[in-house]
């Protein structure tokens, strides 16, 4: 930024970008969790196995090659993604324990001692 007359002005400008960015992120997290649903509905449907490890593993290679492509923290991108697959295995445990087709933000904080790292 150059030379800046009123930082007080720049820094709300700033924090309207985040703002914006935020909900952004938000938004994807909530779209990742109801794709995440149906993957579960497909597993219950199917009787496919909820915990699958090797895709576990991919996503975090994923992530992880990422973070080093773009100069960010491997460990706070990795701890990111142990968020989002954990609330995706509590999602998909849920639906597949025999939960109706549920919205995620419907869903209870009940994780299965399996997918807790």
């Known amino acids: 930024m150059n030379s800046v007359t009123d930082p007080e002005a720049a820094l709300a ?8 960015i ?9 779209d990742r969790l109801a794709l995440c649903t149906r993957v579960a509905e497909l597993k219950q449907q ?3 196995a909820v915990l699958q ?3 576990m593993q991919l996503v975090q290679r994923r992530a992880r090659d990422y973070a080093d492509r773009h100069g960010l923290s491997a460990e706070f991108v990795r701890e990111l993604y142990d968020l989002l697959i954990g609330e995706a295995c509590r999602v998909e445990d849920l639906i597949v324990a025999g939960s109706e087709s549920t919205a995620p933000g419907d869903l209870d904080d009940t994780v299965s001692a399996e997918h807790r790292s």
Request: charged fraction near 50%.
């Open 13 to 20: 400008a700033l924090r309207v970008e985040l703002d914006r």
């Open 53 to 55: 490890p090797g895709r």
């Open 22 to 30: 935020d909900r952004a992120l938000l938004d994807d997290v909530r």
């Open 46 to 48: 199917h009787d496919i």
